[in-house]
Each structure stands twice: as C-alpha cells, then as structure tokens.
C-alpha cells in the first residue's frame, strides 16, 4: 500500500512556473516507479511524466517535453515536477502515481499504476 499525497498547484499567468510534489508512504520495501498525469473538464485523464526506482529514466508526453522536469528525491519518497512556460493548456488537476510492477522503467498509461494521488488543481490564465 502506498500513500501518495500531491501539493503546489494554484493559480499562474501564462508563461510562468509551478512546481508540484508528491509526497509518499508506504510501510513496505518496495522498489515502485512513479508518475505524473492530468486531466482537464470533460477530458481522459493523461500521462504527463514518469520516473524510474532509480530516478535515472524518464519519460515525457510530447507536450510535456520541453518544458516539465520531472525528478525525484533520493530517499525515493518525494518526486516533484517542475513546471514552466505553461499554457492555457495545461490548465487540469495533476495525479501522481506509484506503479509496483516495473520499477526499474518509467511506465507510460494510466492502466499501468496501481496507486493514485487525490490531486492537486493547476489553473493557467492568460
């Protein structure tokens, strides 16, 4: 079982930056890799970014690539995402995601997480 626990979204103007975290727990050992994903009104939820056990491999969305960042800390319990030049677009609540299977990759699709976050909203205004 994994907690996960995101925070640092709110409100930025077009252009500007915000960096989320997701805090986990857990009691047990296990090695997981972990993501990000969002989901805008009336839309699937989507990945956005993923990290390895490691903290080595990642991978990004294609409109992610460029401009987010995702990393996590060495004891392996906090990963962040650093967000810049955010577009309109980019307005949904964020999920962090923990998956047991596959620590060793940095998973790509909502099936493939086992553990959710409750969210945290980020709103781009223009």
């Not at 955010?86 to 999920?95: H, M």
Request: hydrophobic share 35%; proline share 2%.
């Amino acid at each position: 079982q994994i907690q996960l626990v995101e925070s640092g979204g709110g409100l930025v103007q077009a252009g500007g930056s915000l960096r989320l975290s997701c805090l986990a727990s857990t009691r047990t050992s296990r090695s997981y890799n972990m993501g990000w994903f969002r989901q805008a009104p009336r839309k699937e939820r989507e990945f956005v970014a993923a990290i390895d056990w490691s903290g080595i491999s990642t991978a990004y969305s294609h409109s992610a690539k460029d401009r987010f960042r995702i990393s996590r800390t060495n004891d392996k319990n906090t990963m962040y995402l650093e967000m810049t030049n955010l577009k309109l677009e980019d307005t949904a609540v964020y999920y962090c995601a923990a998956d047991i299977k596959r620590p060793e990759q940095a998973v790509v699709g909502v099936e493939n997480y086992d553990y959710w976050g409750q969210g945290t909203q980020v709103t781009v205004s223009s």
